[in-house]
């Protein structure tokens, strides 16, 4: 079994600055790497799934890679509508195969007994939407060409699905009906991980079970009723992926440790 922590929209900004005045997007940030070590079960992999940064700047991209080497972590990037391609490849190290320069960042990495993670990058610079141009997908479908019998999770920032949250869903993914008839083709793609949202979602698409992370800065308000922008109170929170064979099975959890108790119940059955 391989367990993935998923680490999604961290926004971290420049050392000492607030966001909105109101959350320390980088202590959050550190506080999430925290679980890689206080986890009774240390996670195989860990994926950063975009809007590593907030405004894509030099200084924040500083302090999240001073994080990242406090805290030890390897961990995989992925371009978020927040980050600026140069810059994260300047600041965090990433595979050989992920291009240079203003190139879209994706990259693929096999990982023990044949899986393989397939990075797909669905940003545009200036855009707070996603696009997944014909350049993009034919990379896509033609990595997953070159094994069809090895199970895959494709990872990338926007979800290829609507949400029902109005505010969220106008910033889509431009080629997303185009995605799902390439996973429809390839079955061997277990799941498509995604960020953007700021909450824990799950929909099908091309036949593929696909899940957002939730934040570990800030959650976006559940309003499906058309309201605007509005974020929560909840804590910070990742997504763990337990990934057995052709299976994923998907939990969130807070980022800091809210306690625990054991009902009475359980107590009798234990004496």
Avoid at 26 to 46: G, I, W, Y
Avoid at 155 to 177: E, N, R, T
Wanted: proline share 7%; aromatic share 4%.
């Amino acid at each position: 079994m391989t367990v993935i922590l998923q680490i999604s929209d961290p926004h971290v900004l420049a050392d000492g600055h607030v966001l909105e005045g109101r959350i320390d997007t980088a202590a959050r940030f550190a506080e999430a790497l925290q679980l890689v070590k206080n986890s009774p079960r240390t996670p195989d992999l860990v994926i950063l799934s975009g809007d590593l940064v907030n405004n894509g700047s030099e200084a924040e991209y500083r302090n999240l890679a001073s994080i990242l080497e406090r805290s030890g972590v390897h961990a995989l990037p992925v371009m978020g509508n927040h980050d600026d391609r140069e810059r994260l490849r300047q600041f965090l190290p990433t595979p050989a195969r992920s291009g240079s320069g203003t190139e879209p960042l994706q990259y693929v990495v096999d990982i023990p007994d044949g899986r393989r993670i397939i990075v797909l990058d669905t940003t545009e610079p200036g855009l707070h939407s996603g696009v997944l141009d014909t350049l993009r997908l034919e990379w896509l479908e033609d990595r997953l060409n070159e094994h069809p019998n090895a199970p895959t999770i494709v990872v990338q920032h926007h979800p290829p699905f609507a949400s029902g949250i109005g505010f969220m869903d106008q910033y889509g993914l431009d080629g997303a009906i185009a995605e799902a008839e390439i996973l429809n083709r390839h079955p061997q793609v277990c799941a498509v991980l995604c960020g953007h949202l700021h909450r824990p979602a799950v929909s099908t698409v091309g036949g593929i079970m696909t899940i957002t992370a939730p934040s570990c800065a800030a959650q976006v308000a559940l309003d499906l009723v058309g309201g605007g922008t509005a974020y929560t109170g909840e804590p910070g929170m990742v997504a763990w992926h337990l990934w057995t064979g052709q299976s994923v099975v998907s939990h969130t959890s807070p980022t800091v440790d809210l306690g625990s108790w054991v009902p009475a119940w359980a107590l009798e059955e234990r004496t």
